[in-house]
Nanobody
Framework: VQLVESGGGLVQAGGSLRLSCAAS????????IGWFRQAPGKEREEVTE???????????HYADSVKGRFTISSDNAKNTVYLQIDSLEPEDTAIYYC???????????????????WGRGTQVTVSS
């Protein structure tokens, strides 16, 4: 599966963005899709994940740092996963990556090492 992120940009603190992760080459129905981010000089960190497996409720998980501000959703018909980011903070500045982890159980791994496919990322910059 190939993944392409879009929707990043430069926004002021308190603003919002919606990132998209468009999949091709396979259906997201067989994957958990995760969003991760990497700030300059820091390791890649978990943001949130969702199970896109058909017939299984789309379980989600959020990192503590983004709970209440970030919302992940999936549209299997469009083969796309979205990340709505509200109340942006300068600390959210990073490259945001989406990734796919093959699953038949609907599990949503939180470790980047458990994801087999990655997009190239989209830059989010938040000014104070």
């Amino acid at each position: 599966v190939q993944l392409v992120e879009s929707g990043g940009g430069l926004v002021q603190a308190g603003g919002s963005l919606r990132l998209s992760c468009a999949a091709s080459g396979d259906t997201i129905n067989d994957y958990a899709i995760g969003w991760f981010r990497q700030a300059p000089g820091k390791e890649r960190e978990e943001v949130t994940e969702v199970s896109c497996v058909s017939g299984i409720d789309g379980s989600t998980h959020y990192a503590d740092s983004v709970k209440g501000r970030f919302t992940i959703s999936s549209d299997n018909a469009k083969n796309t996963v979205y990340l709505q980011i509200d109340s942006l903070e300068p600390e959210d500045t990073a490259i945001y990556y989406c990734a796919a982890s093959f699953t038949v159980t609907g599990a949503t791994p939180i470790s980047p090492a458990q994801y087999q496919y990655w997009g190239r990322g989209t830059q989010v910059t938040v000014s104070s």
